[in-house]
């Protein structure tokens, strides 16, 4: 019967993954996900899949198998509920329901079979060991919390049958405490996988809450991508405007200020973060920056471009820049890189017209496996 039960659940969930992919772009362009994302799943609403349920009734009710009926009818029909007769219609279809949790990591796997993302490559060289518990056979002793029923039932089984105790047509089996078996374990060093992502956003005036909500979105996903890629990770979080500080999650998304840009406070913020904490032997890094392109002058533009190119690029795994259109943007800043930059694919670009050009812009950031 437990095996059943884990067949069903596992068809279950087979069936719930399939939908999930089949309505992914519509899951990454409303960003409902993000609301109702725990500490490591995500609940996903699925209206699509209905759940059977049995209701049991009062014994000789009649029904399948039993009293009147014929060929054809409907089970469980109500000779009231004829049409013309009993209650009155609805105007329109019902609506089922459904939320199912899948893991951060259950999504990060969907994302990557529909976008077609390659694992990353690793290019640190964590120096940071943990230590993870490995199961490796059976043995006679061990905690309750560690008891294989399975190998248990076996060998009170053997035991019966071996002395004769053993009745198949009453089929009880009784372990005693030498029937026993527990699952034994060791525990072997792991090397940890270190990345860090460095968001860098323009908070200017001209950044509406649409575009900052493009940014949360599309940081969701790379989030989720990138902790299915490593076993640790940090996040840190840089905001610009005619300045730059560091500031946390919240503070990146909900900020807005007015005023001018000069991207280059931005990048310079992001190269002493990476001089000082994070050595390229040791880590991955990957700074993302969004901006709807509009910089303060050409001026400032040279000077970002010489900060990437001596400062920022020869450290990273790949430096991301995401445009967001916004009305009151020039555009020009991605039209300066793709200059500067056409000949080295340690830059990607990637042009976020709208919401649902995020599933594009995903696959052009993490596409190319690096």
């Known amino acids: 019967m437990s095996l059943k039960i884990d067949q069903d659940h596992s068809r279950f969930r087979h069936i719930v993954k399939g939908k999930v992919r089949e309505n992914l772009k519509k899951y990454v362009s409303n960003g409902e996900l993000i609301g109702r994302k725990g500490k490591d799943i995500v609940t996903i609403p699925l209206p699509q899949i209905d759940i059977p349920r049995f209701r049991y009734g009062e014994k000789q009710q009649g029904g399948v198998g039993q009293g009147d009926g014929k060929p054809g009818d409907p089970v469980g029909g109500d000779p009231g509920d004829q049409p013309g007769q009993g209650k ?7 609506e089922h329901s459904l939320d199912v949790d899948l893991t951060l990591d259950e999504l990060a796997d969907i994302l990557s079979e529909e976008l077609a993302l390659p694992d990353i490559e690793d290019k640190g060289k964590s120096k940071i060991i943990s230590a993870k518990d490995r199961y490796t056979g059976i043995r006679r002793v061990g905690p309750e919390s560690l008891r294989h029923f399975r190998r248990t039932y076996r060998e009170a089984l053997k035991r019966q049958i071996s002395v004769g105790s053993y009745d198949p047509s009453r089929p009880v089996v009784v372990p005693v405490p030498d029937d026993r078996r527990f699952r034994s374990w060791k525990t072997e060093p792991e090397p940890v996988a270190n990345a860090v992502i460095i968001y860098m956003m323009d908070v200017s005036g001209s950044m509406g809450d649409e575009q900052k909500e493009i940014v949360r979105i599309e940081s969701f996903w790379l989030d989720t991508w990138l902790k299915r890629q490593y076993k640790g990770i940090e996040s840190r979080y840089i905001i610009h405007d005619a300045n730059a500080k560091e500031v946390d999650e919240h503070t990146f ?3 807005r200020e007015s005023g ?4 280059s ?6 190269a002493d973060m990476i001089e000082a904490n994070y050595p390229p032997s040791e880590w991955n890094i990957y700074p993302f920056h969004f901006s709807d ?14 900060i990437l190119k001596k400062r920022i690029l020869p450290h990273v795994n790949m430096f991301a820049y995401g445009q967001v259109d ?4 020039s555009g020009q800043f991605i039209k300066d890189l793709r200059e500067q930059f056409k000949a080295d694919d340690r830059v990607v670009l990637s042009e976020i017209r709208d919401r649902d050009a995020i599933m594009q812009s995903i696959k052009d950031f993490l596409g190319k496996g690096k």
């Open 88 to 94: 009155k219609a609805g105007e329109g279809g019902g």
């Open 253 to 255: 998304f909900h900020t």
């Open 260 to 263: 001018g840009t000069m991207i």
């Open 265 to 270: 406070s931005a990048y310079k913020v992001c």
């Open 293 to 306: 392109g509009d910089n303060w002058s050409m001026d400032d533009t040279l000077q970002s471009v010489d």
């Open 326 to 329: 916004s009305p009151y943007g």
